[in-house]
């Protein structure tokens, strides 16, 4: 199963454009790349997916390049609200064992 | 419309005692993950159910347990409680058990072990 690396925190402030940079260097074929956001003391929740090149939704965009060894989730103009844990996975399209990391702490200041 | 909800809210149990959790998907959702998240870490995958039969296992030890009914709820039994089991167990329903359909989470069960 494919490891991801993130950053273990980050900073920005309100109205910035925030981009989340994860590493997964051993990704397979029929891997797919999911972000999901986590506030305290709640289950994380679904943000974004892509298979390649690139996917946006009406919170986020997701930008993965041809070799897929690495993704960056692009949040554009965070609020004060968008403070929480991001988790990158790749996983296989099973389903099966969705392998959390440590996630990424984003903290929007004002 | 509803979304996955989980019961109960807290629990405190004393060491070797057993639990159940419960977990409710969302309406017209097959697939049941479970996943355990100690404080301060992600959460880490336990099992999979789909169509009532188990899809898959994470590295837990054989204590933990689990089933999923005709009306695709599930129950996370865990026998001989010790304290490293203490945490946030955490449901996700997804339509489907292919790895492409979103998961969404209930708000999870916190578990204190004393």
């Known amino acids: 199963l494919a490891k991801t690396t993130q950053p273990i925190s980050m900073d920005s402030y309100e109205g910035q454009e925030v981009n989340i940079t994860c590493s997964h260097n051993?990704?397979?074929?029929?891997?797919?790349i999911t972000w999901y956001q986590q506030f305290p003391s709640q289950g994380p929740r679904f943000i974004i997916q892509?298979?390649?090149t690139k996917v946006t939704n009406e919170v986020a965009s997701l930008f993965i390049p041809a070799d897929r060894k690495s993704s960056t989730l692009s949040l554009p103009r965070v609020s004060l609200s968008d403070t929480a844990v991001y988790y990158c996975?790749?996983?296989?399209?099973?389903?099966?064992?969705?392998?959390f990391g440590a996630g990424t702490r984003l903290t929007v200041k004002p | 419309d509803a979304g996955v909800t989980q019961s109960p809210t807290h629990l405190i149990k004393t060491r070797g005692q057993h639990v159940t959790l419960r977990c409710s998907p969302i309406s017209g959702h097959k697939s049941v993950s479970w996943y355990q998240q100690v404080l301060g870490q992600g959460p880490q995958f336990i099992f999979q159910y789909y169509e009532k039969e188990e899809r898959g296992r994470g590295n837990f030890p054989d204590r933990f347990s689990a089933r999923q009914f005709p009306n695709y709820s599930s129950e996370l039994n865990v026998n001989a409680l010790l304290l490293g089991d203490s945490a946030l167990y955490l449901c996700?329903?997804?339509?489907?058990?292919?790895?492409?359909?979103?998961?969404?989470f209930g708000p999870g069960t916190r578990l204190t072990v004393t």
């Open positions: 996975l790749a996983h296989p399209d099973n389903n099966n064992d969705m392998r």
């Open positions: 892509g298979y390649k």
């Open positions: 996700a329903s997804s339509l489907w058990a292919g790895g492409s359909y979103e998961q969404y």
């Open positions: 051993n990704i397979a074929t029929n891997d797919y």
